[in-house]
């Protein structure tokens, strides 16, 4: 068995662009986009970031809402944005929502993401909350 061990891959034809030939042998992935180019897990309680990828820092801005800045930037700000929250005791019947906060363009940025933090049961409206554990990703271009 060979082993290849690297501390750099570069593309022949682009610097910045591999592809992975798929599980049929008749596709081609571009290694760079499959990637995910950051992720957190964070404390929404007490605002506290317990493991990342690509994050420099949070900022509280309230209930359920915060702002993560990124440490390498996004190439703009069409990327995309997953994440989750999970209430910690189990409230039967309840949808948790982290999305990026919506109403201000800028509060999905290259540079940063501001989220927002929801519950909602089947007897009332959303409303902001800061639950134990929440996490996101982020797939899109490195500036």
Not at 11 to 24: C, F, K, Q, R, Y
Not at 68 to 78: E, K, P, V
Not at 81 to 87: C, I, K, M, N, R
Not at 89 to 118: F, H, Q, W, Y
């Amino acid at each position: 068995m060979a082993t290849l061990k690297t501390n750099t891959l570069t593309g022949t034809s682009t610097a910045g662009s591999i592809a992975v030939t798929g599980e049929g042998n008749s596709t081609t992935t571009n290694l760079q986009q499959g990637l995910c180019k950051a992720w957190c897990d964070y404390n929404g309680n007490t605002a506290a970031i317990t493991d990342n990828f690509n994050i420099g820092g949070i900022t509280d801005n309230g209930t359920g809402d915060y702002t993560f800045a990124y440490t390498n930037a996004m190439a703009s700000i069409n990327y995309v944005f997953l994440g989750d929250a999970q209430y910690e005791d189990g409230a039967i019947g309840s949808t948790t929502m982290l999305n990026p906060k919506s109403g201000d363009a800028n509060n999905r940025g290259a540079s940063s993401v501001r989220v927002e933090c929801k519950s909602m049961s089947t007897s009332s409206g959303p409303s902001n909350y800061d639950y134990k554990q929440q996490q996101f990703l982020v797939q899109g271009d490195l500036a």
